[in-house]
């Protein structure tokens, strides 16, 4: 399927038939995932795929009652890994050790963990985080649409049950969960602002 009908095509989906999806899809899927850029190439998430009938039934209490939740023969939960820019600040330094950075002062100091704003750099790595997720998870739902499934987005659910119910470590946070199954609905487009609206264009 070419990229633009894929595009196209994509629906948030949340009625779902039973069949089960199998483990080679869920890879090809998961790949998609793998590929996607990151800031700085930190490949901050990991991701938490639910098959379990029981941890979705306790997934969609925790995402205010949505039966679709429990239904979706896969829920993936979406997270961002904290552990990633530790990582980071030791890839840096090697980097720096072997001449292939040219680094700033700024950028010493910050990998050192010496001067600057920690509060300003902590929120700085969420943002980076939070888009670094999303990206990924996009390649997801595009991914799993070339494929003949569907996906939904989900933010409204409690975070901390979440992460309960899914025996999370400190250092990963949900930031979203998909719903993935093959789709028992059509849902027509949803209206979309026109090119016009959303673009500003600078040619001089």
Not at 58 to 68: E, H, I, N
Request: charged share 30%.
């Amino acid at each position: 399927m070419e990229v633009f009908d894929v595009i196209r095509e994509r629906r948030s989906i949340r009625r779902y038939r039973e069949e089960k999806i199998n483990e080679e899809t869920l890879r090809k899927i998961m790949e998609a995932a793998r590929l996607a850029p990151s800031s700085s190439n930190i490949q901050s998430w990991k991701f938490i795929i639910v098959t379990s009938k029981e941890l979705r039934r306790k997934l969609k209490d925790a995402a205010r009652g949505q039966k679709f939740v429990e239904e979706a023969p896969v829920v993936i939960a979406c997270c961002i890994d904290l552990e990633a820019f530790k990582e980071q600040s030791k890839q840096t330094i090697k980097l720096l050790l072997k001449g292939a950075l040219r680094p700033s002062l700024e950028m010493i100091l910050r990998t050192l963990g010496v001067g600057g704003n920690s509060n300003l750099d902590a929120e700085r790595q969420m943002v980076n985080a939070t888009i670094n997720v999303s990206i990924a998870s996009e390649h997801i739902v595009l991914a799993a649409r070339n494929l003949g499934l569907g996906t939904c987005w989900i933010r409204a659910f409690e975070e901390e049950k979440v992460e309960e119910i899914l025996a999370l470590p400190e250092h990963l946070k949900v930031l979203a969960l998909l719903t993935l199954g093959y789709p028992q609905e059509s849902p027509s487009p949803r209206p979309r602002k026109t090119l016009e609206e959303i673009t500003i264009w600078r040619t001089e």
